[in-house]
């Protein structure tokens, strides 16, 4: 009985969500086939924010900086980071080694623009997590400083918010900064990252 009440409940609502969708749809002209092919294909296509990207590709040195806590000097170490670009110059990947903490550090990123969307998305994994840390932001005229927002959950519940600005200072130079608030609380520098190309 329960079961039925359940279904006949979830059935209701399905179809006044329906109804209040079906009313807030704007009655236009279909787009027709071939007309939406082409959409697809010109969003499909890369522009000038993935050309920016795959002039990073190559190989790099890092120097970080790491804050543990506000007011206290940065730990510092030195890593490298490999670029290539993927799927025909539409994404840009990295595979980062440093230190991190004092321990060895590895860690994967796709870093994105999407033309559907108008926005810069990056996905990151690395050896300290089993999860996929996502950020997403817009970048500056030129499209040389990104800066990007996410958030993660923390053990023991709540979550941190983070801001990351990544400035493209030229194709040999980079520089990543990483800044956090746990729990709503005022926002710190935690990461410096200085990239410099392999001569």
Known sequence: MRVISLAITALCVLLTV???????????????????????????TPGEPHKLFAGLAGSWTTTTKEWMEPGKSPTESTGTAEMKMLLDGRFLYQEYNAQMMG???????????DNLRKKYVTAWMDTMGTGI??????????????TLKGQHGEPGGGHMTHR?????????TQQF????AHHGAKETKM????????Q
């Open 133 to 146: 840390f996502m950020m997403e932001g817009t970048a500056s005229a030129d499209g040389k400083t990104i």
């Open 177 to 180: 900064d990483m800044y956090g």
């Open 164 to 172: 990351a600005v990544w400035k493209i200072i030229d194709n040999n």
């Open 103 to 113: 321990q060895p550090f590895s860690g994967v990123g796709i870093d994105a623009y």
């Open 18 to 44: 329906s109804t209040a969708l079906a009313k807030d749809k704007k009655p236009g002209k279909q787009m027709d086939q071939q007309a939406m092919m082409e959409l697809w294909k010109q969003l499909g």
């Open 191 to 198: 990461l410096e990252i200085t990239y410099s190309r392999k």
